[in-house]
């Protein structure tokens, strides 16, 4: 089982550049972030299924199936039931579920295109760009560690509870309360084993030289070349777009 979310293909989007996967990233997210109707959101969700799909990364969003799914349901459930929309006339009952489906179609959309990103982007890739763009290397260091040990705990996790299923512990009989208490004798070992993993990786950086203070040298990589300057130049278009539409109001649902 695959546990990491970068999937190995040969797209035009694994092949861009990472600081200008990563700008565009953060281009795309604000342009989404602006609006509130689900009209004008609709077509960055559209754009964003179109590129997973282009990058062969729907079997990311399939994974997470039992997230993307619920997190539409219930967020366009709850935004329309307690949106604050007027009392009475034409637009009673209106301005809650396009505001609860607007709300909803933009977490949507920066799930997909978090997932987009991790599926054609690497760890070092991802670490490359913050540096690049400024970011401390400590801080860098730190965000990309993140999305390092998830998926080391998540196979250790698999790991105990293959192994105490195969000593007759069943995860699945018995009420709810009594399967939660049969996964104490996984969380035990997952926790020991994450605090001495943690020891050996401090350990590992200090001999590393992690906190020696001189400056830090890296492997030569491309430079951006013409497709990455399209692809920012794509997204920021969009985003100026959409940042004209805030400032004349359209597309934003204000309660009244």
Known sequence: MALSLYIDRASPLHRRHPVAKLAAMILFFAATFLLDDPVPIAPLTVAVLVATAAAHAFPNLWRLRWI?????????AIWTL????????????????????????????????????????????????????????RAGFVVTLAFRLVPVFLESALTVVDAQRCRGLDFTRGRVHQRIARYVPV???????????????????EVRGFSSGRRRTGLPRPAANAGDWLLVAVVGAAFVGYVTLWMLGTGRIVPR
Do not use: C, H, N, Q
Request: aromatic fraction near 16%; charge should be positive.
């Open 68 to 76: 993307v799914g619920p997190v539409f349901v219930f967020t366009l």
């Open 82 to 137: 307690f949106y604050p929309a007027p009392a009475g006339g034409a637009a009673a009952g209106t301005a809650p579920w396009r505001f609860g489906l607007g709300m909803a179609l933009k977490l949507e959309t920066f799930l997909a295109t978090g997932l987009l990103f991790l599926a054609t982007t690497t760890v070092e890739e991802f670490a490359f760009a913050l540096r690049s763009l400024g970011v401390p290397y």
């Open 187 to 205: 969380i035990v070992p997952v926790f020991i084993g994450g605090l001495r993993r943690a020891d050996r990786m401090a350990f590992a950086l």
